[in-house]
C-alpha cells in the first residue's frame, strides 16, 4: 500500500503561485499524477511525470503548471504559477505503476491522496 500525503495548498491571489508537494510512503510507482475537483464538477486530471521524468498536462494549465519529482526525496510537486479563480479546487496526488500516453489523462489510478484545498481570489 503507497500513502500519499499532500501538502502546500491554501488561499492566493489570482496572478499568484503556489506548489504542491506530494510525499510518497513508497515511490517505486512509475506514474504520478496531479487531479483536481471544483465543488459540483467531476475530477479531472491536472498532469502526471513518468519515472522516465516524461510529462502530461491538461490543456487548461499548459505553459502555466509544472510538474516535477525528486526520486532521491520521494516526492513529486506541482509548480502553479498564474492562477487563475478556474483554477479552485481540491488537488489529488495519485500514483499508479503504468500507463500509455492516452491512459495517464484517466482517474484509472492505484493509490490517492487526502487532497489539499487551493482557493484563488479574484
Known amino acids: 500500500q503507497v500513502q500519499l500525503v499532500e501538502s502546500g495548498g491554501g488561499l492566493v491571489q489570482a496572478g499568484g503561485s503556489l506548489r504542491l508537494s506530494c510525499a510518497a510512503s513508497?515511490?517505486?510507482?512509475?506514474?504520478m499524477g496531479w487531479f483536481r475537483q471544483a465543488p459540483g464538477k467531476e475530477r479531472e486530471f491536472v498532469a502526471a511525470?513518468?519515472?522516465?521524468?516524461?510529462?502530461y498536462y491538461a490543456d487548461s494549465v499548459k505553459g502555466r503548471f509544472t510538474i516535477s519529482r525528486d526520486n532521491g526525496k520521494n516526492t513529486v510537486y506541482l509548480q502553479m504559477n498564474s492562477l487563475k479563480s478556474e483554477d479552485t479546487a481540491v488537488y489529488y496526488c495519485?500514483?499508479?505503476?503504468?500507463?500509455?500516453?492516452?491512459?495517464?489523462?484517466?482517474?484509472?489510478?492505484?493509490?490517492w491522496g487526502q487532497g489539499t484545498q487551493v482557493t484563488v481570489s479574484s
Open positions: 513508497d515511490f517505486r510507482s512509475s506514474v
Open positions: 495519485a500514483a499508479r505503476q503504468y500507463c500509455s500516453a492516452n491512459e495517464c489523462y484517466t482517474p484509472r489510478y492505484d493509490y
Open positions: 511525470i513518468k519515472w522516465s521524468s516524461s510529462t
